[in-house]
């Protein structure tokens, strides 16, 4: 069992920056590919960007491309997403994911953190 924490949300303002982390209690961590998702009030959970499990490859959700770097540091046991140029549509809970098979949305995520918070301010 792997547990996944997430820390780093918060409130900011349009066009300012935030970075999450997601750090996992598993010294395994290494051999999952990693996911961030988001879910704003009253709509559906979706995906938001990936990592491999070596972090040589990356996927990200269209509408964050060139805004959301994701990251991960395996001797930290760590995933990263950085979050530039916020718009108040980013708003929504963050959750980091652990996936033993798969990259992006459709990868099987078996793990899940408890969720951060992240709301922009227009």
């Known amino acids: 069992q792997v547990q996944l924490v997430e820390s780093g949300g918060g409130l900011v303002q349009a066009g300012g920056s935030l970075r999450l982390s997601c750090a996992a209690s598993d010294r395994t961590f290494s051999i999952y590919a990693m996911g961030w998702f988001r879910q704003a009030p009253g709509k559906e959970r979706e995906f938001v960007a990936a990592?491999?499990?070596?972090?040589?490859?990356?996927y990200y959700l269209d509408p964050v491309k060139g805004r959301f770097t994701i990251s991960k540091d395996n001797a930290k046991n760590t995933v990263y997403l950085q979050m530039n140029s916020l718009k108040p549509e980013d708003t929504a809970v963050y959750y980091c994911a652990a996936s033993k098979n798969g990259l992006g949305p459709s990868g099987l995520y078996v793990y899940w953190g408890q969720g951060t918070q992240v709301t922009v301010s227009s």
């Open positions: 990592i491999s499990r070596s972090g040589t490859s990356t």
